[in-house]
């Protein structure tokens, strides 16, 4: 047994007893067991060792403690909780400062509403390319809108308290959504870097941060109704992506912080049992006020949701014409909604240098006895193309003036060809390069991100 | 930065496992995806923990150690090896660490044993052979030094693959081998003077029990 006579490689008579030798390996030994009885002997003994110790293997296992999988998850809650306790000194201060520096900064441009202030918005608007009011028409990406108002130094009010409110059934992704204002937080992060504003450190890393977390949280994570993890393909693509910016931005010992406060940040969002969460973070928001749009943009928002009545029933419509794919629940419609309503405007005829004016024809006190949001909300129907059969089917579910609609559609089909006509309307025009990025930027559309104008383009 | 991207450039083509996926949600903060990870390591954890120290008292408590530290390190797994792999490295640390701290006074409890060495019976009786010759590599393995006795259970009783147990012990594939082989001929050697012929009457008794 003491291979004393051979000077065969004893590793690899192991591999081969093993099952770990490779092909070549195998014949070697298999050529020479039957020529030396001290290897062969080596073989059998060390067979039988192992199969003894195989045997002990499968007799000798622990009993089983049904309880330790929800002990072992107890202790990972408790974990992460006090976890997030601690995070929340973190969050607060990183809400502040980003407030702080970031929307007092860009925000702090106000206006009041003399008539001076209105020369002096006017003269702070540049000449714009139609494309770029054409681009700010789109009702889903409203905070184009912003990211426009804010680069061209567009005069803003500061109004408003909002909250800043994650909401992420389970199984389905999250969105970071200022309430009132429904855009993503991260077209937010976009009008700061749009704005130029040298973001000092901690705005830098908070910005990352939150931008990086809203990613993850949006695309990354979803579980099946098995409750097996199914992980979006780009998340990968993003966490590498990230992972080197930020460690390209911030230096290695900073970004692991950042993405461990990342990772906390998401922990135990689901700890409660519950199928979802909703967290909301009041927050001063300032909402941006611009002069010359008091009728369309924020005025008579009603302090209620928009989309009190049943707006689940608008789903498909908004589904197919307006977001496609992207529907995760009742709240985003919810979100879209109050896009359209904030964010339908349409450009000046007369005046191209104050690009953005209220609709000319939805007139304040509507005749057809609709509300003016309802009346937006109808003329953007129209202009996504949904025809108005579909519209009166759908509104004769919710709601009982079904002539109303039918007048006011009338109305609003003659005015909308008009517009088309004087080429000052609705036209689609290619947004020039820039506007794609913010596009591609948006995170409503997740991946791959159409570009709202394609597919208007599409329906044309 | 390039070697950074080169890095992550390791991992593309584990990207579709479910291992993988499930790492990735781990390290995003999924507490679901984690709970997921406990249930499908549990038992590979416990057992090997048992093996290594073979005493049940401890053990929930280490399995408990265990994925807390994979909780609270998952941050750090960079997918250079499997998620199972990188759990299992660190339970055998885990395991080693418990030894160090002399937390465990004896890394195998004879009280518990029903077998000594001496009293090897002479019975015949198939089964109750079968049962002192589990008993008996029990205790073998118990005599070996720690680290030799490991690489025995992650061989034999995990039936890992030399990589992956390179992977997990961090050492050469080579001293894998030769390890594998030392320990073995250790237990060979602890064992011989209790065997006596019980070795070569074996393997036809063997064969209709198992």
Redo the contacts between chains.
């Keep these: 047994m003491n291979r004393k006579n051979c000077l065969f490689d004893?590793?690899l008579?192991?591999?081969f007893l093993?099952n770990?030798a490779t092909e070549t390996e195998k014949e070697l030994v298999n050529q020479h067991l039957p020529t030396c009885p001290d290897c062969s002997a080596f073989v059998d003994?060390?067979l039988?060792?192992?199969?003894?110790?195989?045997?002990?293997?499968e007799?000798?296992?622990?009993?089983?403690?049904p309880y330790?999988?929800g002990?072992?998850?107890n202790?990972?809650?408790k974990?992460?909780v006090s976890k997030l306790q601690q995070r929340k000194l973190q969050i607060a201060f990183a809400t502040v400062v980003f407030l702080l520096i970031g929307f007092g900064s860009i925000y702090s441009i106000m206006v009041s509403s003399s008539t001076t202030d209105q020369k002096l918005a006017s003269n702070r608007v540049p000449s714009t390319s139609h494309a770029n009011v054409q681009h700010l028409l789109d009702p889903m990406t409203g905070s184009d809108m912003l990211i426009y108002l804010v680069k061209n130094s567009v005069p803003l009010t500061v109004q408003r308290t909002s909250y800043l409110t994650i909401h992420q059934p389970m199984g389905q992704s999250a969105e970071l959504v200022f309430s009132s204002l429904g855009g993503p937080m991260v077209d937010w992060l976009q009008i700061l870097s749009n704005a130029q504003i040298l973001p000092d450190d901690q705005l830098k890393e908070v910005d990352h941060v939150v931008k990086l977390y809203a990613n993850?949280v949006r695309d990354?994570?979803r579980?099946n109704t098995h409750?097996d993890?199914?992980?979006n393909?780009e998340?990968?693509n993003y966490?590498?992506q990230m992972?080197?910016m930020l460690?390209?931005n911030l230096g290695k010992s900073h970004s692991?912080k950042l993405?461990?406060w990342?990772?906390?940040?998401?922990?135990?969002?689901?700890?409660d049992g519950s199928s979802s969460f909703s967290v909301k973070i009041p927050v001063q928001v300032n909402i941006v006020r611009y002069k010359g749009l008091e009728n369309t943009m924020f005025a008579k928002i009603p302090s209620e949701p928009f989309t009190q009545r049943n707006l689940s029933q608008l789903l498909p419509v908004y589904e197919k014409n307006v977001w496609p794919g992207k529907m995760d629940s009742p709240e985003d419609v919810t979100v879209i909604a109050r896009n359209v309503a904030l964010f339908t405007i349409a450009p000046e005829k007369s005046e191209p240098k104050v690009a953005i004016q209220p609709i000319p024809s939805i007139k304040s006190e509507s005749p057809s006895g609709l509300s003016i949001i309802e009346m937006n909300e109808l003329a953007y129907l129209l202009r996504s193309g949904v025809t108005p059969e579909q519209i009166i089917e759908l509104k004769s579910v919710v709601d009982h003036r079904i002539n109303d609609y039918v007048a006011a559609m009338k109305d609003l089909q003659v005015q909308l060809k008009n517009s088309r006509e004087n080429e000052s309307g609705f036209r689609v025009t290619v947004p020039p390069a820039e506007h794609q990025a913010f596009v591609g930027g948006n995170s409503m559309g997740g991946t791959p991100i159409k570009s709202q104008d394609s597919i208007k383009t599409k329906k044309k | 930065m390039a070697t950074q991207a080169l890095v992550l450039d390791q991992d593309l083509g584990r990207e579709q496992t479910a291992d993988y996926q499930l790492a990735i949600a781990c390290q995003s903060g999924s507490s679901v995806a984690f709970q997921k990870l406990v249930k499908m390591y549990q038992e590979k954890v416990r057992g090997l923990i048992y093996s290594i120290l073979n005493d049940a008292s401890v053990l929930d408590d280490l399995t408990q150690e265990v994925f807390i530290k994979v909780y609270t390190s998952i941050d750090k797994f960079e997918h250079r090896s499997s998620l199972g792999t990188w759990i299992y490295r660190i339970t055998v640390n885990h395991c080693r660490d418990e030894i160090r701290r002399k937390r465990i006074r004896r890394f195998f409890s004879l009280d518990k044993m029903e077998w000594e060495p001496k009293s090897m019976g002479t019975t015949t009786d198939g089964l109750m052979l079968q049962k002192e010759k589990v008993n008996m590599v029990q205790w073998g393995l118990s005599q070996l030094p720690e680290k030799h006795r490991t690489i025995i259970i992650l061989k034999d009783f995990e039936e890992l693959s030399y990589d992956e147990i390179a992977d997990i012990l961090k050492i050469e594939l080579g001293t894998v081998k030769s390890r594998l082989n030392r320990a073995r001929t250790m237990l060979k050697e602890v064992l011989e003077p209790h065997w006596n012929h019980e070795l070569e009457i074996d393997e036809s008794q063997e064969l209709p029990i198992r």
Excluded at chain 1, 59 to 65: C, V
Excluded at chain 1, 264 to 271: A, F, H
């Design positions: 004893e590793s008579l192991t591999a093993d770990q003994t060390h039988q060792l192992k199969a003894a110790v195989r045997q002990t293997a007799t000798s296992k622990p009993e089983a403690n330790l999988y002990e072992i998850v202790k990972l809650q974990k992460s993850w990354g994570i579980f409750g993890v199914l992980i393909p998340l990968v966490r590498k992972m080197v460690e390209s692991d993405i461990s990342i990772h906390s940040r998401i922990n135990g969002l689901y700890q």
